[in-house]
C-alpha cells in the first residue's frame, strides 16, 4: 500500500473533494509508475485520475458504519507517534 495513500472514510468532518482527488493523484502515480506523464500519455493520466476521484467519491460517500467517526488530529498524532516508533528502530529521526 502506498504510503501517501491516506484512509478518507468515517471522519468528521468529511472528507474534501481535494483530499479525494489528492488521493486518486497518488495511486494513479502509483500504477504508471510516474510522477508527471509524458506528453504522450498526458491525457490517459489525467483521465485515469478523474476517473479514480469519481470512484473513490462513490465509495467514499456511499459506505456506511455504525462506528463513530474519526477525529482528524487524532489519526494524525497516531500516525506520527508509528512514525517516531518505526524510524527510531533504524536509528533515524524524525
Known sequence: MCRNIKTLANF??????DEIRASALQFVR???GANRPSR?????FHRAVDEVTEAAH???HSLTTSAPPRNREA???KARQRA???FAESGRTV
Open 12 to 17: 468528521a468532518p468529511p472528507a474534501t473533494e
Open 30 to 32: 502509483k500504477l504508471s
Open 40 to 44: 504522450a500519455n498526458e491525457v490517459a
Open 58 to 60: 462513490r465509495l467514499i
Open 75 to 77: 489519526e494524525t498524532q
Open 84 to 86: 517516531r516508533e518505526r
